[in-house]
């Protein structure tokens, strides 16, 4: 599937200079080296309605993403406010799905981190639900020079 992914980072995270998550399910805080056992936590769309979230994929979907060479799983939710269904990550852009992939980024400055962001924005393939064993470039992005 053709997904628009962009990236948040430790700096930008929801609260700003953290590492929270909204739907923990391997993670405790948002994170992963992007191997099959040990994905990176992906942030996705949601609606807000008679205080029920509704995520665009479910906590626990796991995708790989060729580009980068990481697999990631779906872990926390990307839009705030009271009516996040109203913004990119649940409308998507261009019918696409939006995907918010954590690129880390606390052991590296925000500008670093900001320039890892913007170097992997873009439509790009997904493969939801894959199997374990495609190439791994092991390692946070950011963390990791944005090595891709």
Request: hydrophobic share 35%; with cysteine.
């Given at each position: 599937m053709t997904?628009?992914l962009t990236?948040?980072s430790?700096w930008?995270n929801?609260?700003?200079?953290?590492?929270?998550?909204?739907?923990?399910?391997?993670?405790?805080?948002a994170?992963g080296?992007?191997?099959?056992?040990?994905?990176i936590?992906?942030?996705?769309?949601?609606?807000?309605?008679?205080?029920?979230?509704?995520m665009?994929?479910?906590?626990?979907?796991?995708?790989?993403l060729?580009?980068?060479?990481?697999y990631?799983?779906?872990?926390?939710l990307?839009?705030d406010?009271?009516?996040?269904?109203?913004g990119?990550?649940?409308?998507g852009?261009?019918?696409?799905?939006?995907l918010?992939i954590?690129v880390?980024g606390?052991?590296?400055?925000?500008a670093f981190?900001d320039?890892?962001?913007?170097?992997?924005?873009?439509?790009?393939q997904?493969?939801?639900?894959?199997?374990?064993g495609?190439?791994?470039?092991?390692?946070?992005?950011?963390d990791?020079?944005?090595r891709f």
């Amino acid at each position: 599937m053709t997904v628009y992914l962009t990236g948040y980072s430790y700096w930008d995270n929801t609260p700003p200079g953290s590492a929270a998550i909204a739907k923990p399910v391997i993670h405790r805080q948002a994170g992963g080296v992007g191997t099959y056992n040990d994905p990176i936590t992906l942030a996705v769309g949601h609606s807000y309605a008679g205080g029920r979230h509704s995520m665009v994929f479910p906590a626990g979907t796991r995708f790989y993403l060729p580009k980068i060479k990481r697999y990631a799983i779906v872990e926390d939710l990307c839009g705030d406010g009271s009516a996040p269904q109203n913004g990119p990550c649940y409308t998507g852009k261009n019918g696409r799905p939006w995907l918010d992939i954590y690129v880390g980024g606390k052991s590296v400055s925000p500008a670093f981190a900001d320039r890892c962001m913007y170097a992997l924005t873009g439509m790009q393939q997904a493969i939801m639900n894959p199997q374990p064993g495609y190439e791994v470039i092991s390692g946070a992005l950011a963390d990791t020079g944005c090595r891709f």
